[in-house]
């Protein structure tokens, strides 16, 4: 009887990363690859760009084509998501039967955060997966008065993909700034100008009261604001965060995190149980994992394209090599397209000792920088695509501070 060799539950960017390193390492068990979806893997963030901004019907992007999968035999189980697991007997439960594993990666994501009270009503909009893109894309090919509730990158990106169709856009935002979680107060309101440049309206400090239907209950008409003001509406679009899709591990030994459900790994991602010992054969990649990150000190979920990958593909790696696990540290990195305008990110905006410099140069970029102590944490560049990889080396090192602070002063004239 063959092995039941390497299960992978989640087929978005972490899985497949992790099913390609297994096969780098020479792994020749069978692989399984679970998706909850009916589609093969394929990328989010064109899905609130270009998919967006296309005049064409969307199309999905791939991340990578069938013959990819075949030729690397990994069998993909679509529309099968993992139900529960069993860790003594080395089971995930699916849709489709019981999948025993030897190996096991567990790379499900996020799934949005809805907006309580909204389901099925139509107009109201959240945008995670391909099918939450396509539907959104067809709402703007006709006039639309769009209200989008959250600041946040993928709110801002709906809100720049509307403009340019030039309807108008509302920001619905609770905190008094967008992005103070990811970029800190004065990062978020420098990025904010450019929603006010482009003539997206941004309403902070102000939460949602009611969503106000047509008579028959069914489609969204406005949204009523906390202070008391009203917004017409035809799309609205729900942007608060992303929650960590890991119900189906509730009744397992796996460790979630008491705030928001992620999975609690250690260093090389193995995932731990509750008293924090690593459950044998059971890594954890990409948005739905914790793990301490020795480079910042602290331990962080992140949420961005390049660690998911990167994730993934340690994990699978630290699951079928006979080496000693590695442990993985990383500078977190993003980007965000706004308005033609790319807005990237290196490092960490939780500093002990935040302090902001930016300066608005002559080619109209912005770059921000980020201390905590004498360190240079993190870096911010609006508009300058050319800059944020050579800030990273920085951000690695100790007492980088005032080196940082040089290398733009030459570079921001
Ligand atoms: P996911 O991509 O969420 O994939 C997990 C997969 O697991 C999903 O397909 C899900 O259906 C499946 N799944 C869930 N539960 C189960 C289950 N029980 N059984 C089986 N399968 C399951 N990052 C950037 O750095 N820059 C950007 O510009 C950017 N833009 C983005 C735009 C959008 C619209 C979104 C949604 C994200 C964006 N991101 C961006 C974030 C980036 O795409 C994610 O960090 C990355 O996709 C995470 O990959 P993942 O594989 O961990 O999770």
Redesign the pocket.
Known sequence: MSSPGLVV???????VAACESARREGYTEPITL????SYL?Y???P???ELLLGEAAPTIPALRERDRFEELDIDVWTD????GLDTQSRIVT?GRGDLPYRHLVI?????SRELPGTAGVSGIHT???YAD?EAIWKRLQSPARVVVIGAG??GA?VASAARSYGHPVTIVEAAPAPLTRSLGVEGGALCAELHARNGTELVLGVGVAEVMTDTSGQAVRAIRLTDGRTLDADLVVVGIG?VP?TE?LADSEIALNSIDGGIECDATLAVLTNSGDPIEGIWA????AHWPNALFDRRMR???????SEQ?ALAARNAVAVSPAHTYTAVP?????WYGTRLQFVGTSHADELLVQHRVDKTGGTVVLYRSGTRLTGVLTIGRPDLIMKYRRFVVQADSWCAGVDFGADRCR
């Open positions: 539950v989640g087929a978005g960017l972490a899985g679970l998706g909850a979806e893997p990328d989010r963030p899905l609130s760009k099968a998501p993992a139900l699916t790379a499900c994501g996020a799934s945008l995670r997966t893109a990158f993928i990106e992303a899709s189906w990649g990409g948005d739905v992140l949420e961005h394209w390049a660690s998911a993934g990195y993003f980007w965000s397209d």
